[in-house]
């Protein structure tokens, strides 16, 4: 049964507004060469590397961590990561980020969400990643009905996937902008967007047990998003790999966890209050605490600086 209505409905004490998300953790089979894309395709730094994982971001905290198991495989119609965002400081970056796939000639498809700017690619294993950019400025997203929304600042309406006017992005560099450097360090993980067996199931955990507003819910169109702070999104829900899909096997590859970073360790107990009132299990890592959603996606609840 979809109870996506009657939770968008509830009342439940929200997760702190400053929660954002912190890193994803992948498994990998070729780990040399999911580090090269990583480093050179998509310029994030190589922060370290020992027996058989590594970490690599912005210069500061991960953004992203990979673990090596050299016979794993990809499943189709599982649950898991659809994509993770990289949230570029501005427009120009995204265009530095963007300007370099085309150069190497990566696959991408850029898109206009109006409220943000994106492209859209895979790693060589096949993870979903969004690069972009926020652009309040050029229009807005809502919800009415079921159906999202995007509108333009000059009032008109758009689906809010155009495709994006890469002459005008581009036009924010100059030739001597080079675009083998690395990412700048503001850059960090806007939001995951993962594949669920069921959305109402999914909206009772990251809403009710962890507290993320509800941000809108389309059910006809098998998605939802939550945020904390009024954030367009923090994580992204669906439902496109089929209700009732099943969790990949343990020898796929593809996502681990990934992890929700609270500003302090109160807000992480407000947290831990709900799940334990749910009775939901928690394994203490050296990382965090982690925990599985309904769809067996790993979550790792950490503290701000804590990793």
Same mark, same amino acid.
């Given at each position: ?180 450097? !690395?990412? /700048? +360090? ?14 109402? @199931? $999914? *909206? %009772? ?41 099943? !969790?990949? /096997? +343990? ?14 360790? @109160? $807000? *992480? %107990? ?38």
């Amino acid at each position: 049964m979809n109870t996506s209505h009657q939770i968008l409905a509830s009342n439940t004490s929200s997760i702190h507004p400053d929660t954002r998300i912190g890193h994803v953790s992948l498994v990998v089979a070729d780990l040399e060469n999911q580090i090269a894309f990583y480093q050179q395709t998509l310029g994030l730094h190589l922060h370290w590397r020992e027996s058989g994982q590594a970490g690599l971001g912005a210069g500061g905290e991960d953004l992203v961590q990979l673990v090596e198991k050299p016979t794993a495989r990809r499943y189709r119609r599982v649950t898991g990561l659809y994509h993770f965002a990289v949230l570029f400081p501005n427009r120009r970056e995204l265009a530095r980020a963007v300007a370099r796939l085309f150069a190497l000639h990566y696959p991408n498809y850029p898109t206009d969400h109006i409220l943000t700017k994106s492209t859209y690619l895979d790693d060589p294993e096949g993870n979903g990643i969004e690069l972009y950019a926020e652009s309040p400025e050029d229009g807005s997203w809502s919800m009415s009905g079921g159906e999202f929304i995007a509108r333009r600042a000059d009032g008109t309406l758009s689906d809010g996937r155009e495709p994006l006017d890469l002459p005008a992005l581009f036009s924010l560099l100059s030739q001597e902008d080079r675009l083998d450097v !690395p990412v /700048p +360090p503001q850059t960090r993980l806007g939001h995951v967007h993962l594949h669920v067996h069921d959305l109402g @199931a $999914a *909206l %009772e955990f990251y809403h009710r047990r962890l507290g993320f507003d509800v941000m809108g819910a389309a059910p006809m169109h098998r998605m939802a998003f939550v945020s904390a702070g009024g954030y367009h999104h923090h994580i992204g829900l669906n439902t496109w790999q089929g209700e009732g899909a099943p !969790p990949p /096997p +343990p020898d796929a590859l593809g996502l681990r966890y990934f992890s929700i970073e609270l500003p302090a360790q @109160a $807000a *992480l %107990e407000e947290v831990l209050t709900r799940l334990d009132e749910a009775r939901l299990p928690l394994q203490q890592t050296e990382q965090g605490l982690l925990l599985y959603d309904p769809s067996h996606n790993g979550v790792l609840l950490t503290i701000a600086g804590s990793t």
